[in-house]
């Protein structure tokens, strides 16, 4: 936000915004719709209010923007004195609402006074607590409100600073416990959930123990390569949210006369949220084994995964162990029905080479469930046999707070099978589908398309 803008735009609300009381936060109070800055829509949502009581001064504005660059000039009094004059800005009260994406900050200076307080804390005032259960509470003083204005901006500047770390440390945590749509964590659409969701995915019908219920023959000694991309869209709160999923597959039978599968995983997304770019890549290794020949395996797998975002301020990365169970009942009807269950534990881990490191320590146990239910169908398509499948998971996070601890999701999809000549007649190459998930304050809708060669 330029200064320019920060002016123009403070000056324009001072007749509409005026005549509110002096802020001074108090935890636990609702945090003040200041100029109802709340209607906004952006990522980044300020409302700043000047109130000087010793010349009946009173003037608030609020303002947007798409990326958290130059966040904290709104609270540089050098700034705020081009628009409300030097009295004003050095001995009037100063209060700021900051929504950065989700996490709210309260900052200012009481009347006459030069000391800033920046505060981390929930929608409802609530103090966010950092790793060591210490309040996300941080003051900066000096002779005047321009030197502590400045040590708060060269603290925010070294991120290698204990200050700059526990600050970012402290947003982090509110990131994944409070905002719908962050990259990292807390939401459906965060790369904790993607993690989550490839360790059981109900979709595709590439286990073990369903293509070991196909006719002999039907498996090569490596199988094929899967490969599929997604395009998602939907919705949190003023979020709006389109992102593109790919995955590649691919599993190996690395045991002699043994039909366990060791299975490599690569999905990778973009997601645009907001008009926020982020990218996220995970690295999964799991080992399918049979229980029950051609009924139940077990699965343990491990999962990585990162994720960065320049302009929402993301960088994060989770390691994850997973075990997956999968029973397969035949004779519903003309199909199957495929039985899932997962349990696992992950964990955010502190971010290497950088001095930014803004781990928000989470720790979860996440358990999901689900049926799929995998029909082969009379029509045939461009002479092939085709199928369809419908499956359903819930997902639920316990351990760490976080702003949606459990999650729905269901899909259909429809398949094309190989020709009848091909030892692969009975597998599915390519296959259609549609999918959504929903969640408390969260809602996206899904097409994609898959390939196996």
Not at 294 to 307: C, D, F, L, T
Not at 322 to 339: A, N
Not at 379 to 385: K, N, V
Request: hydrophobic share 40%.
């Amino acid at each position: 936000m330029s200064r320019f803008k920060f002016g123009s735009a403070l000056a324009a609300c001072a007749v509409l915004c005026a005549g509110t009381s002096a802020f001074a936060q108090q935890a636990g109070q609702p945090v003040p719709n200041i100029a109802n800055y709340q209607e906004l829509r952006k990522s980044f949502r300020i409302g700043i209010r000047v109130n000087n009581q010793l010349n009946g001064f009173d003037q608030s504005a609020r303002f947007e923007q798409d990326t958290i660059d130059d966040i904290i000039d709104f609270l540089d009094p050098s700034v705020i004195a081009t628009v409300v004059g030097f009295q004003n800005a050095q001995l009037g009260a100063v209060s700021g609402v900051f929504d950065i994406r989700g996490a709210t900050a309260v900052a200012g200076y009481l009347q006459n006074s030069a000391l800033l307080t920046v505060s981390i804390v929930s929608p409802t005032g609530q103090l966010v607590t950092q790793r060591n259960g210490a309040a996300c509470t941080f003051t900066f003083n000096g002779i005047n409100r321009q030197q502590a204005f400045n040590a708060f901006d060269a603290a925010v500047d070294d991120e290698g600073t204990p200050t700059s770390q526990a600050l970012l440390g402290c947003l982090a945590r509110s990131f994944t416990r409070f905002s719908p749509a962050d990259p990292l964590a807390g939401n459906p659409g965060s790369l904790q959930a993607q993690l989550t969701r490839s360790a059981l995915d109900l979709t595709n019908g590439d286990s073990l123990v369903e293509q070991d219920a196909q006719p002999e023959g039907a498996n090569t000694p490596n199988d094929p390569w899967l490969i599929g991309a997604t395009y998602n869209t939907g919705s949190a709160g003023r979020f709006d949210i389109g992102r593109v999923d790919a995955r590649v597959q691919r599993s190996f039978r690395i045991f002699e006369g043994n039909r366990a599968l060791l299975k490599f995983d690569l999905p990778f997304n973009y997601a645009r949220i907001n008009g926020i770019d982020s990218y996220s890549a995970q690295i999964g290794l799991g080992l399918e084994i049979p229980l029950i020949e051609r009924k139940w395996s077990i699965e343990p797998r491990i999962g990585y995964g990162a994720v960065y975002s320049e302009n929402a301020g993301s960088l994060g990365h989770i390691l994850q162990g997973s075990i997956t169970s999968r029973y397969v009942i035949d004779g519903i009807g003309r199909g199957r029905l495929i039985v899932g269950n997962m349990v696992g534990y992950g964990q955010t881990l502190d971010t290497p080479g950088t001095q930014a490191n803004i781990n928000p320590d989470l720790k979860n146990w996440s358990l999901r469930n689900g049926v799929a239910y995998d029909l082969p169908l009379k029509a045939r398509l461009f002479s092939r046999g085709s199928s369809m499948r419908a499956s359903y998971a819930f997902t639920q996070y316990f351990g760490s707070d976080l702003r949606n601890d459990s999650f729905h999701e269901a899909t259909i999809s429809f398949g094309i099978r190989g020709r009848e000549d091909s030892v692969r007649a009975t597998r599915d190459l390519i296959r259609i589908n549609f999918s959504t998930i929903q969640a408390r304050g969260y809602s996206t809708y899904s097409a994609g398309i898959g390939f196996r060669f």
